[in-house]
């Protein structure tokens, strides 16, 4: 079995960010960056002001773990993290701080041991050591899904295995991951979904679809989602704005600019009040619950700049607010504390 980590959550305090745990404890006081989520251990802060920022990686005891050196960074998955290291330039980092040797002009994660990567404008498949498994041939390259990874030869997209051999023809327009034996393609400018013989399981009918996420896959048809089983039998139907996909039996559904969840049935179990969802997580989602403007001026230019700031909850699978931060950090707001302030009139932004 792999390694057990703890669960940390980032909650933001303007310019700063600390992270509780599942019981809603502190771990690590805010600090002057802005922290993305955990993954295997690690989590992504962005360190810097004034629009330029550098990125690395702090442990979950909060420690600098990889110093802040790089123009972009990923999370973690599967022991490496995408890292921009100059302009347009990319390579992975391990969890030691140590870069692949080899540089590349584009990345996607590590799935199944390979990492789909771009050299000279093509794309091959490159393994843990950097070096090329399949050589880049490829106009694109998607990741490796229960052993098939979709590629693209031009205009055209099919199928190869870890080999590198064309198992499902470049018959398709489009072409995503094989999720339960299943993958979503295009053809004539529709969607449908394929079998591993390369065999419809569903017609090409739809305007977009995804892959499944515990048996169920999210379609779209003139502008609304659904959700399909993996008979292809549309057991949600088309009723939603915009919607995520499924997690812990639950997915973010848009009504009236407004996202709430449903489960797999297709019932309302969150009605519809945030301004943003996200997926849940070991039971627990974070939402937006409103947002507001904060105009700053600009020295050197003399003009005024506006950021976008969103405020963040957590909540529970019933949709109770969970953790009534920030007060347990040292009883009082920070200046910038916007989980805490009420936005002030005439700032709040209108989506």
Known sequence: ????????????????????????????????????????????????DHG??????????????????????????????????????????????????????ALRDFSEGFAAASTNGHWGYIDATGQFAIEPRFT???????????????????????????????????AWPFQAGRAAVQIADHFGFIDREDKWIVKPVYDFAWPHHQGLAQVQDAGYHGFLDLLGELVVPLNYEDAGHFSEGLAAVRMDNKWGYIDALGRMVIHPQFMGAGPFRQGVARVVVDEYVERTMVPETHTEREERIEVYRYIDKVGRQIWPWPSFFDGRPYPKD???????????AVR
């Open 1 to 48: 079995m792999g390694k057990t980590y703890q669960a940390l959550y980032p909650v933001y305090f303007g310019n700063r960010t600390g992270y509780i745990d599942r019981g809603g404890r502190k771990v690590i006081s805010p600090r002057p960056f802005f922290g993305h989520d955990f993954s295997e251990g690690l989590a992504v802060v962005e360190v810097g």
């Open 52 to 105: 330029e920022f550098s990125y690395g990686f702090i442990d979950e005891s909060g420690r600098t773990h990889i110093r802040a050196r790089f123009l972009w960074a990923q999370a973690f998955k599967h022991g490496f993290a995408r890292v921009e290291i100059k302009h347009g330039v990319y390579t992975f980092v391990d969890p030691q701080g140590k870069t692949m040797p080899r540089n590349f002009t």
């Open 140 to 174: 694109h390259a998607g990741t490796f899904s229960e052993g098939l990874a979709a590629v693209t030869i031009g205009t055209r997209a099919g199928y190869i295995d870890a080999s590198g051999r064309e198992v499902i023809k470049d018959n398709y327009e489009q």
């Open 338 to 348: 916007i989980g805490y302030q009420t936005p002030r009139l005439g700032e709040l």
